[in-house]
């Protein structure tokens, strides 16, 4: 976590200290805040954020999990404030949660699970830009099932679910809805939810302790992008 946290002060210093060096008429004159038809057809960048989970049919409900993403982005052009971009990333997913329980031998005590899911994520988007300071966005993802932990402790013993056994799906779809504030001229911060279409583990390999039925995950993140734009003027 801590490279990440170092490139995400490292650009907001950069940045903030760009925006100083801005003329505030000209800024907002040219109105490049949004991408528009004053940019290049293809603008580069690159992404790092963080998100939290939800897996349903588990036992413990909640968004209590912290993960984190980084990876690369291309935008494309296709009308003056329509684009589409596409990414490449790792993201690492999943859930947290706590539930009591009842035992005649331990009393009342409390179960703790951790579901750790690392993924290679190939998200495609749309964005309308029609305002200075924000853009709309809606899109899908393939994400290639890469590794997993799973760990639920129960009384007396922790169980450490076999992931070759109690496996998840190599291949996962998920919806995206979203949008972006505009920062600055090559900052933005994204917002986003996004769920899965199919699900990321089968009935049959959910791990009996842990929860029952197909398995979906939720997911809500934010990123902070940096694209390498080169602004006529």
């Known amino acids: 976590m801590k490279p990440l946290l170092l490139t995400i002060c490292a650009l907001l210093c950069l940045q903030l200290t760009a925006y100083g060096q801005e003329d505030d008429g000209d800024f907002y004159e040219h109105d490049t805040l949004q991408l528009g038809d004053y940019d290049e057809k293809f603008i580069a960048g690159i992404l790092v954020g963080g998100n939290t989970g939800n897996l349903h049919n ?3 409900g909640g968004y209590h999990n912290i993960g984190y ?3 690369l982005t291309v935008y494309v052009r296709l009308g003056k404030h329509f684009w589409v971009n596409g990414e490449l ?3 690492r997913k999943g859930c947290t949660g706590v539930r009591s329980a009842e035992s005649l031998y331990w009393g009342t005590y409390f179960e703790k699970y ?4 690392n993924y290679a994520e190939v998200p495609v988007l749309f964005h309308l830009f029609q305002r200075k300071w924000y853009h709309l966005s809606f899109g899908a993802s393939y994400a290639r099932y890469l590794n997993s932990t799973e760990n639920l402790y129960t ?3 922790r169980i450490n679910v076999n992931q070759e056994l109690f496996y998840f799906n190599k291949n996962n ?3 995206i809805l979203g949008g972006g504030l505009h920062l600055n001229q090559k900052l933005y911060l994204n917002v986003r939810f996004q769920s899965s279409l199919v699900p990321v583990r089968n009935a049959y390999y959910v791990h009996p302790a842990t929860g029952a039925g197909n398995q ?4 809500f993140s934010l990123q902070l992008m940096y694209l390498f734009r080169n602004i006529a003027r």
């Open 58 to 60: 588990d036992y413990f």
């Open 114 to 117: 951790y579901l750790r899911l």
């Open 173 to 175: 779809f998920d919806y």
């Open 155 to 157: 009384s007396p013993d």
């Open 89 to 91: 990333l790792y993201v």
């Open 69 to 71: 993403s980084a990876g």
């Open 216 to 219: 979906y995950l939720t997911t």
